[in-house]
């Protein structure tokens, strides 16, 4: 089963910016579309971005030109730059497999959480 372990999250001031990274393991990582989700309190989780196993890449409108995924397939790492940071940002951030159902993905990381707050 693929496990992915989520890092870089922290408090951040409006405008600032952060770096997520994601590890996983698996060895269908070069194959897999990959995608950053997010859940803030009180709402569901949505996914933020998506990258292709041969890099392109898809943002939710809140995000677009913001926000950037990467992916190394060598290092089995997927990234997320985070700038222009928002109050309304904050949220716990997670790495999955991209789905178009949400609610099919069975297995989590522990997520990462991103405080956007003066």
């Known amino acids: 089963q693929v496990q992915f372990v989520e890092s870089g999250g922290g408090l951040v001031q409006p405008g600032g910016s952060l770096r997520l990274s994601c590890a996983a393991s698996g060895s269908m990582f070069s194959i897999e579309a990959m995608g950053w989700y997010r859940q803030a309190p009180g709402k569901q989780r949505e996914l933020v971005a998506r990258?292709?196993?041969?890099?392109?890449?898809n943002y939710a409108d809140s995000v677009k030109g913001r926000f950037t995924i990467s992916r190394d397939n060598a290092e089995k790492s997927v990234y997320l730059q985070m700038n222009s940071l928002k109050p309304e940002d904050t949220a716990v951030y997670y790495c999955?497999?991209?789905?178009?159902?949400?609610?099919?993905?069975?297995?989590w990381g522990q997520g990462t959480q991103v405080t956007v707050s003066s």
């Open positions: 990258i292709g196993a041969g890099g392109r890449t």
């Open positions: 999955n497999t991209f789905v178009i159902d949400i609610t099919t993905i069975r297995s």
